[in-house]
């Protein structure tokens, strides 16, 4: 059985679901949908009022990364239907897991079968998690499984990344809904310096009529890397 640390924590004043420690705001965790279970050697944690705890690290997260860069919002609620597309084995997944709860449902997608099987064991016991493997540029292949979402979640490192999301936010998200990209620079132009490739972005994203709430840099958690945040009207 993993070791659990006595904490006092308190909710975070911004993010629904997320705790913080008071001694040290930088430290961030979710409470654990599965007490016990350890998604990628995180800490436990047991508060007396809250129960069990996982560290969300900011260094294996991106969104995490985006919450201590202080984004505008993370438009998650208990009870949310999310697609998170580049699942891979479910580090960030199973934090979004944690604060969606047991009423919420994620679809996961993500193209690599060696990473959909170390999600396996996860999702034996996280029963808010499906896990599909498909190629997230080809949503038709899926549709039989996804149904309309209420935020969607991409963390997909590949040149054509912007392409990817705006296909899925149009098949899969609701109107009004919130969408988060993990836009990693160098895997869309390795020549760009980041600012002009995240102004593109920006430039694409809103030509394609989304909305966009709110842009961070990841620096230094993920080193050339933005999180937006958009919504569909």
Known sequence: MPKVREIRVKPHPKYKGVYIDPKNKKKLFTKNLVPGQQVYGERLFRDKKIG???EWIAHRSKLAAAILKNIKMVPLNEGDYVLYLGIASGTTASHVSDIIGEKGLIFGVDVAPRVVRELI????????II??????NRPETYEHIVCQVDFVYQDVAQPHQVEIFIKNIDWFLKPKGYAMIAVKSRSIDVTKDPKIV????????????LKIIDMVRLDPY????????????
């Open 121 to 128: 064991p996860v999702v034996e016991k996280r029963k808010n």
């Open 52 to 54: 069990e705890l996982r």
């Open 222 to 233: 993920h080193r050339d890397h933005a999180m937006f945040l958009v919504q569909k009207v």
């Open 131 to 136: 896990p599909i493997l498909a190629d997230a």
């Open 198 to 209: 995240f102004r593109e972005v920006e430039k694409q994203l809103k030509e394609h009529g």
